[in-house]
């Protein structure tokens, strides 16, 4: 018997059941999208989608290409699934090509960019405008436990009261249950146990609701600290909304390219250059040494250290060389 998209699509997110829900609210907006888009083509099976329907889906894409490859490996997986569980006997997504990827190269902090951020805390207005003591300790607290652990903006934001002991911050726990700690300067834990904490468990998140709708939160407060910091900001045309609707006029605003996650590359780029072993850094942020030396490795001072020193090695040996140079 056929199998409607729409059950096949429940069947895949019970599935992935035991997933995070960060991961299941991924798979189920992309697989809503796909279904809206079907139904357009008055298909409502399995059975009816073709490679050129997900082709047209795909088309119509945009946003940033991380998001694109992520999505297409989500669908990609789904009617995976669905051949695996006999809905179908091949998969329609089998030979799409994959995306490029094409994105830049995050940057680190400068120092002085990192000055004028801490700097410019006690100034951060919540969203509402206000500014005062509970919103700047609170900011500095979050901005510094990513600075000297180099956690994601959504480990942050879900860190725990027993995830800190004296001067160490657990940042990850492995899948053998080991813990990973990161030491941190004392100020550090001062500002932690001086900021508000949201609840009795977590410093910067009550616990209810969504762990992304939190950090995403965050992300925007980090954004008007940025800003409020002149850091790598640039000029915009926005509409305005009133309402809830856009209107036709527009307004200039400043927004900042910086993000985030550039605390994390910050804390890499130092480690690299004071000479820490990319092993020693994989380990702290729970990264294979594939994706640290992929992205990380033109700070590594000692590698390039070592590749100069085989240059002179072959010059010195070389006659063409030694001739040309004297």
Not at 144 to 173: F, H, P, W
């Amino acid at each position: 018997p056929q199998v409607s998209l729409e059950a096949a699509i429940e069947s895949f997110i019970a599935y992935k059941a035991r997933r995070t829900p960060d991961v299941q609210r991924k798979a189920r907006l992309i697989l809503s999208r796909l279904k809206e888009f079907l139904a357009i083509r008055t298909k409502f099976t399995i059975i009816d989608i073709t490679f050129s329907d997900l082709v047209a889906f795909r088309a119509a894409w945009v946003g940033a290409l991380t998001t694109q490859r992520r999505n297409q490996e989500i669908m990609k997986g789904f009617f995976r699934f669905c051949m695996k569980s006999d809905f179908i006997a091949k998969t329609p997504a089998a030979d799409l090509d994959a995306i490029p990827e094409q994105r830049p190269k995050t940057e680190p902090f400068t120092r002085e960019e990192m000055e004028r951020i801490f700097a410019s805390v006690a100034r951060l207005a919540d969203e509402y405008g206000r500014r005062g003591q509970p919103i700047a300790d609170q900011t500095k607290a979050f901005i510094l436990v990513m600075r000297y652990t180099g956690m994601s903006i959504g480990d942050t934001a879900k860190l725990e009261k027993g995830d800190v002991q004296e001067r160490r911050i657990r940042t990850y726990r492995k899948k053998t249950g080991e813990d990973v700690f990161g030491m941190v300067p004392p100020f550090v834990i001062e500002a932690l146990n001086a900021a508000p904490h949201d609840s009795e468990r977590f410093y910067f998140w009550t616990g209810s609701g969504k762990l992304h709708t939190r950090a995403s939160k965050w992300g925007s407060r980090l954004q008007r600290l940025f800003v409020e910091a002149d850091v790598r900001t640039v000029e915009v045309e926005r509409r305005r909304r009133t309402g809830g609707k856009l209107k036709a006029s527009s307004e200039i605003v400043k927004v900042s390219r910086a993000t985030p996650h550039m605390f994390r590359h910050t804390l890499v780029r130092d480690l690299l250059e004071c000479g820490t072993p990319m092993e020693e850094i994989a380990e702290l942020l729970g990264n294979s040494m594939k994706m640290v030396e992929k992205y990380y490795s033109k700070w590594d001072v000692r590698r390039q250290a070592r590749l100069e020193q085989r240059l002179e090695g072959i010059w010195a040996n070389d006659p063409l060389t030694m001739t040309l140079a004297s």
